[in-house]
């Protein structure tokens, strides 16, 4: 990151390609040679230099080149077939639009496109792409603050680890069980990436609002902290009613601000909120408790789900059947591991918010354990179960096996809930009261 004006400057990986279409909207500079192009270009790894075609215009320039807005910061730029959502139900391609600098790298025969733009500037794509633009001022500002905190305690765990990525280890692997986590692994080349991995970043094909601009302003340099260290602010959709810890969902490192915390400003009567056994988990996931992700208020999901997100509307609750053969088929696609005909899946360990972090397949060829949750969100779906909270039924009708499973939430679970941050924001919550409610013990700064 590069500084400028005490705003981070940040690099954003949008797209890899074997060839990249991009057009200019306003003149742009190459920063080293001074070549001006505008309009429409295909971008072609040539070699260890790459290769701008346009009409009849061909240049060959160097590699790693960076093109600057000529005349001011309104310029853009467009890049064509953009894949977003990466491998969910609703993955399609788009072209986006982008202000500030674009470089573009080759590397092993693919081009690159990288959009270096400030963090401020960053953040309302961010807050219009993650959410609706039109949300209450009270989500957008706490998602301002957390967004920004994400990004800044990456690039500080990046600088801690620079040279050190041979001695990460995110998998534990044996003959009979797999434990991995998918923690945002750093990019060599770029700060962060564009989709879901890191932050929805969709530059200014969502288009901000007043309302947006607002609270960037008025959030601007406001990260959580936690002893004086910036806080690892998480979030995804829905928690299902109960968050979970940050170490059974990443690596094992325990913050104190990702604990478990009950989406609720009571505890729900009937119920015990200890869902690391299967009968309190059982009875909590097939229960309708309240919280505030509980809420079916279309008004308010339309703040946090975005028209894509909002083809999936059974996330406080949900049912996904698969006949026996559809099970094993899909495990041994997902997986590279032919468990022959799947006879039993098995939670053997939960986490606090009932969340299955390890899960043992067993088949009439092998038997294996498999963990943690995105790992077995990935191996029962064509793209990604919506979370690992859930219980397994095995039922025969009419001589068919099938396996239903009967789950809660929406994501990973860990820290800020979006549908209950926007249904706290409805009921007249504060910024500060929902990231207090969500990372409990952390304190606001500003720090820019």
């Known amino acids: 990151m590069k500084e400028g004006r005490n705003i981070p400057q940040i690099a954003v990986g949008i797209l890899s390609a074997t060839e990249i279409s991009v057009t200019l909207n306003s003149p742009y500079r190459v920063r080293d ?9 295909q971008v072609l790894s040539s070699g260890d230099r790459i290769l701008l075609k346009g009409g009849d215009i061909e240049n060959n320039v160097e590699n790693g080149i960076i093109l600057d807005p000529e005349k001011d910061d309104r310029a853009s730029f467009t890049l064509h077939s953009v894949t977003i959502g990466v491998d969910f139900h609703w993955q399609r391609l788009e072209d986006q639009v982008f202000r500030g600098c674009l470089k573009i790298i080759s590397i092993k025969g693919k081009v690159t496109a990288i959009n270096i733009i400030s963090l401020e500037e960053y953040l309302k794509s961010v807050i219009s792409s993650e959410m609706s633009a039109t949300s209450s001022e009270e989500l957008l500002k706490a998602h301002a603050v957390i967004s920004r905190g994400w990004l800044l305690a990456q690039a500080e765990k990046r600088r801690k680890n620079a040279g050190k990525a041979a001695d990460y280890i995110s998998d534990k692997r044996s003959d009979s069980e797999i434990i991995k986590w998918y923690d945002r692994e750093d990019h060599a080349d770029f700060d962060v990436c564009a989709d879901d991995h890191c932050q929805r970043y969709q530059g200014i094909t969502r288009e901000t609002t007043p309302a947006v601009e607002k609270v960037i302003d008025a959030t601007s340099g406001e990260v959580l902290t ?10 995804y959709k829905c928690c299902g009613g109960i968050t979970e810890l940050f170490e059974n969902v990443w690596e094992p490192v325990n913050h104190p ?13 009937g119920y015990n909120t200890n869902l690391t056994g299967d009968a309190d988990a059982e009875k909590w996931i097939l229960g309708d408790p309240p919280a505030f992700c509980n809420t079916s208020d279309a008004k308010v999901l339309k703040q946090v789900l975005n028209d894509y997100d909002q083809e999936t509307n059974d996330f406080y609750r949900w049912n996904v059947k698969y006949s026996q053969q559809e099970l094993s088929d899909l495990v041994r696609h997902k997986t590279g591991t032919d468990f022959g005909s799947i006879t039993e899946l098995k939670p053997l360990e939960r986490g606090a918010s009932g969340r299955i972090i390890r899960l043992e397949i067993s088949g009439t060829k092998k038997k294996m354990i498999i963990g943690k949750e995105l790992e077995i969100r990935k191996a029962l779906s064509k793209s990604h179960l919506y979370s690992s909270c859930f219980l397994v039924e095995k039922v025969e009708e009419q001589g068919v096996i099938s396996f239903i499973l009967k ?7 860990v820290g800020l809930c979006q549908i209950g941050a926007a249904v706290m924001g409805s009921k007249g919550y504060s910024y500060r009261e929902i990231l207090k409610h969500y990372f409990p013990g952390s304190v606001l700064e500003k720090k820019y």
């Open 226 to 235: 936690y002893n004086g260290k910036i806080c690892d602010t998480r979030y």
């Open 407 to 413: 789950g809660a939430g929406w994501g990973h679970g």
């Open 33 to 41: 040679s001074g070549l001006c192009l505008k309009g429409e270009w």
């Open 257 to 269: 601000y990702l604990q478990k915390v009950i989406d609720n400003d009571a505890i729900p009567a």
